[in-house]
């Protein structure tokens, strides 16, 4: 299984590539649902570990 922030780092270095997708506004949406799923993923681990 591949590394979490090896994927997360691919998948945001996707939603930045203006080839793929025209609508700026989309590409930055795409980069902030990334993000907020990978803080929920840490605050999860963080209180599983309190």
């Not at 590394?3 to 590409?27: C, G, I, M, T, W």
């Not at 993000?35 to 963080?46: A, G, I, N, S």
Request: aromatic share 4%; hydrophobic share 35%.
């Amino acid at each position: 299984m591949p590394n979490r922030e090896v994927v997360l780092k691919k998948q945001v270095a996707e939603a930045k590539d203006p080839e793929l997708e025209n609508n700026d506004f989309h590409r930055l949406q795409t980069q902030c649902n990334l993000l907020t799923k990978e803080v929920m993923y840490l605050l999860k681990q963080v209180r599983e570990l309190s």
